[in-house]
């Protein structure tokens, strides 16, 4: 079983770094499609992957690859979102006018509003991260990676 997601994934990486197009282009392109995992696409994420890869002008193939290979990264960033929100906006911070905690309605909306804070700053903040590795990569070592991904051994 684990054979069979890592020969997609040496696929997947094989075709990333074949890509006959400038590193920008596909550093934008992988770094939206690992982007849409912060956002809950509700099983639409490779769509949303590839289509925010060409609005913003990058390669639409990267931003497939990256929706499709980093799909299981969700949860963690989902999680990644409320913990980073949370740090911003404290929970114990809230309370009602008449002095008591967070309850029913309010702390659905206070939950809403730390995961929507966490997400913005982690998008922002892994944003460039991603970009800046992926474009380095992309730019200096291409064939250095691609030689090391070809010669990766998997079992049937």
């Known amino acids: 079983m684990i054979n069979k997601y890592m020969r997609r994934i040496k696929f997947l990486l094989i075709k990333l770094l074949r890509i006959k ?3 920008h282009n596909v550093s934008i392109g992988f770094t939206m499609g690992f ?3 912060f956002i809950p696409s509700f099983g639409m994420g490779p769509i949303l992957s590839t289509v925010s890869a060409k609005v913003f002008k990058g390669n639409a193939m990267a931003g497939f690859i ?3 290979a980093l799909i299981w990264l969700f949860p963690f ?3 990644l979102n409320v913990v980073v929100g949370e740090t911003v906006i404290p929970g114990g911070n809230f309370h009602s006018p008449v002095g008591m905690t967070l309850h029913g ?3 659905g909306m ?3 509003a730390v995961f929507f804070i966490g997400m913005i700053i982690n998008i922002l903040l892994f944003g460039l991260i991603v970009y800046y590795v992926v474009y380095t990569i992309m730019r ?3 064939l250095n990676f691609l ?3 070809k010669k990766w051994d998997i079992k049937k």
Request: net charge neutral; glycine share 8%.
């Open 21 to 23: 197009e400038n590193a």
């Open 35 to 37: 982007l849409i995992h």
């Open 66 to 68: 990256s929706g499709v």
């Open 77 to 79: 960033l989902f999680y």
């Open 105 to 107: 309605m309010e702390a």
């Open 110 to 112: 206070h939950l809403g």
């Open 140 to 142: 200096k070592y291409r």
């Open 147 to 149: 030689n090391i991904v």
